[in-house]
């Protein structure tokens, strides 16, 4: 090992951390060299030169095409399947149904959200427009599409429900037997309500109606699935290789050693990519008839139909507040519905009611229906933008009747435990009140609110600003992850570990720490990651845990490799390992900067070849709660004969504990805001109720996204670390969900304060907007 790797190190002065004592957690970082920084994804170039692999771009030798079938109608019962002269198509390889002769019916897909709730992947019983009916592979995509085509199947088709709100009536179609209510509505109560609205000087209450919103990612939903013998490989669109692979393991009844889940790269996912699809296991079984790999790519109007919502929601809100701003009472209710089979319609809607303020006495009650539209999933904080929109609203219509400044009210009342839980377990760290101070010291919300409040309402463009807070309910992470951290005998890292990164630079955070602890620079680590078959056990990517899961086994892994690195080097300096301390890929008795050794001359090193090192998550602290906190701030102009409304800025100020990279960062707050944008103004899943109960809007032309022309240039992020010592041993706390909690209702707090008309329906289109506006003419 002559040659010098001086130039995979750099020295890190402020950057040189103790290693624990054997079985100790390492203590928090102090100042750090690498983490916080706004360092460039490792795999930007591979990213954006596109050279990097994704599921989609996958091509295998002899591999094949897959396309499904899907049912037309929202309520429909399969009598018979014809695939007679699909078979005979050019370039068929394989057709296959649950409702052909020799087909097995039962091949039985649980992953919806409860998994005492098996579904068939054929089942001929079809509750929603795009349920799956039959499958086939062909040699090419367009062959495999237009024999999908030619399957005949006969269509007992049945009455429809698709309004949730008729769910529970009368008469109303049944979309299982046993009725349409999924469960009993889940009832929550404490103190006493009726006292807390007696108390209060000012009480309200309000109607509010979310839309239900569509899963699009940009890469769409599926994978290539190859048999070798008995052995699958799947490659996946996945925000969890493990999740997925369990999922078509139990599917088809095989060991999870006969299935392997590659994800490494993958091109979004913001909950509906958390467990196999029914897609999943059908690749497999193509591939399985025909003995050929079998691409199965869903096409855009499939993920709009099958692969889940954030689901609609119909809520009520009743608050009473006292004239010094103490909230006394807050009682909720909402009605909601995860499609056509239990898939959390209502789920977590209510917690930011139920615990982002201090308030003694709460009740709330949700009631989840089916409807024959497909099943929910979660969606970027489930529950919480839907609950956030009536919550914080009614904040400012409280402020308001209190004659009260907005933020002024919510600093009132904020609370150092959570409410909700029992015992009332305090937070690890709370940085709530600095996010609405700092945000609106940076926002400069006195100013432009005094500002704007004293503007002559004249003109038909008016501005105005709005605030909204939030919590998420998770967000700390927690065990189970496992890291792999090798070095190698040049002084060259490779990490190894189960998380997906799903576009929100997972990797490049990972990196980081490694570097931390190693000296060694980011973009020279290579990572390894999303794998079942290579890499560590990882739970999915998602619940904006993977940073606070991942970060601190990443950390103890690279402090293992440290800890057997001094070792062999204190044997050849004759010295001790805790007298040794690593700097710039060398290793110095701390007493005797004479006396060093580098990397590349261990001799015990480059016998070995590798050192590897392996980390754990530990627990997360007892009898504590580790949420992220969040306050927005943004300014909007809105055209008052159009109906236009143009965000002019945005800010927002969170809570996610340690920054570790800066870039990645405000980039997960801008796309937080982009889609929280997203659900105020434009997202909005259409079914035809009065004639056809399907989707009406399946495209990226109607079903509107936000592009860049419709967010603000302006979108600024101010991070609040509030120096969490006890969450985990990095002191980071989740980010990617919490950023698109508050941003709707700040958008509409601002239109409110814009023109004096609280929009309690989202989205707020133009065309609502001037009937609202149109209304308040009318009434004079
Ligand atoms: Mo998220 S909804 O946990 O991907």
Redesign the pocket.
Known sequence: MGKSSDQYYEVQEEAVHEIPQPGEPPKPWGRTGVVGKPIPRVDGYERVSGTAVYPSDLVLPNMLYGAILRCPHPHARVKSVDIGKAKGMPGVHAVISGFTQGANPDWVYSSFAKVEFPTKVFDPHCRFEGETVAAVAAETPYQAWDAAQAIRVSYEVLPYLVNELKALEKGAPQVHEKGNLVAEPQKYERGDVARGFAEADKVLEMTFHTACELHTPMELHGCVANWEGDRLTLWEST?GVYAVQSGVAKALDLPLSKVRVIGSYMGG??????RAGKYSVIAALLARAAARPVKLFLTREETYLATGNRPPSHMKLKAGVKKDGTLTALDFSCVGTGGAYPADGTSLVDWVVRDLYTCPNVRSEMTDVYIHAGPA??????GHPQGAWALEQMLDALAEAIQMDPVELRLKNIPAASQARPGNPPYTSTGLKQCLEEGARVFGWKEAREKLSGQKREGHIRRGVGVAAALWVVGGGGPPSTVVVKLFADGSVNLNMGASD?GTGTKTVMAMVVSEELGIKPDLIQIENADTGTTQYAT??????TVPTESPAVRAAAIEVKRLLLELAAAELKSEPSKLELKGGEITVREDPSASLKITDIKELGKRGVIVGVGYRGPNPEGKVVNPFAAQFCEVEVNMRTGETRILRFLGAHDSGRVLNRLTYDSQVIGGLTMGIGLAMTEERVLDRNHTGKLVNRNWHDYKLPTSLDVPAEMVSVPIDPGDAEANTTGAKGL??PVTIPTAAAVANAVCHATGIRVTESPMTPVRLCALLAGRKKEG
């Open positions: 925000q996912g913001f909950g509906s990519k958390l999933r979660p969606m970027r904080a489930p799903i999915p990517s998602g619940g904006s845990k990617g969900e």
